[in-house]
């Protein structure tokens, strides 16, 4: 026994209609999944954070520090660029050079397009289809 299904030109874009509001309800829970999870110094990272929908394809982006907090850093000196030492609010006195010890990474782009995949998409799937479930 063989069954075929074709669905209509006004399915087809019924069906693409709700898979795209899926793919945007989950970019959305994305940029805010990394939004919650960044860490803030001054703001900058945080506030370069978006994304969006290309077709079937969620892009994510994000400047600033990103690099430094999603990778961490090795261990590493500071050294002045244009004088002679560094001193900074809180500092006893100036400096020739700073052995800054790394930062560990923390993955919060990772995280989020983990959690994308694995929890947000299946539940806005589910949402955006379930009219049709009947």
């Given at each position: 026994?063989k069954?075929e299904?074709?669905?209509?030109?006004?399915?087809?874009?019924?069906?693409?209609?709700?898979?795209?509001?899926?793919?945007?309800?989950?970019?959305?829970?994305?940029?805010?999944?990394m939004i919650?999870?960044c860490p803030v110094k001054?703001?900058?990272?945080?506030?370069?954070?978006r994304?969006e929908?290309?077709g079937?394809t969620i892009?994510?982006?994000?400047g600033?520090a990103?690099?430094?907090?999603?990778?961490?850093?090795?261990?590493?000196?500071?050294?002045?660029?244009?004088?002679k030492a560094?001193?900074?609010g809180?500092?006893?006195?100036?400096?020739?050079v700073?052995?800054?010890?790394?930062?560990?990474?923390?993955?919060?782009m990772?995280?989020?397009?983990?959690?994308?995949?694995?929890?947000y998409?299946?539940?806005?799937l589910?949402?955006?289809f379930?009219?049709?479930?009947?």
């Amino acid at each position: 026994m063989k069954w075929e299904i074709e669905f209509t030109e006004e399915s087809k874009a019924a069906i693409m209609e709700a898979l795209d509001k899926a793919l945007k309800l989950t970019m959305n829970d994305m940029v805010t999944d990394m939004i919650m999870h960044c860490p803030v110094k001054t703001g900058y990272t945080r506030n370069t954070i978006r994304g969006e929908v290309e077709g079937t394809t969620i892009i994510l982006y994000a400047g600033g520090a990103i690099a430094y907090i999603e990778f961490g850093t090795p261990p590493h000196d500071i050294k002045p660029s244009e004088k002679k030492a560094l001193f900074w609010g809180g500092a006893e006195y100036p400096v020739k050079v700073v052995h800054h010890p790394g930062t560990m990474p923390n993955p919060i782009m990772t995280s989020a397009v983990h959690r994308g995949l694995l929890e947000y998409l299946p539940k806005r799937l589910q949402e955006v289809f379930a009219p049709w479930a009947g």
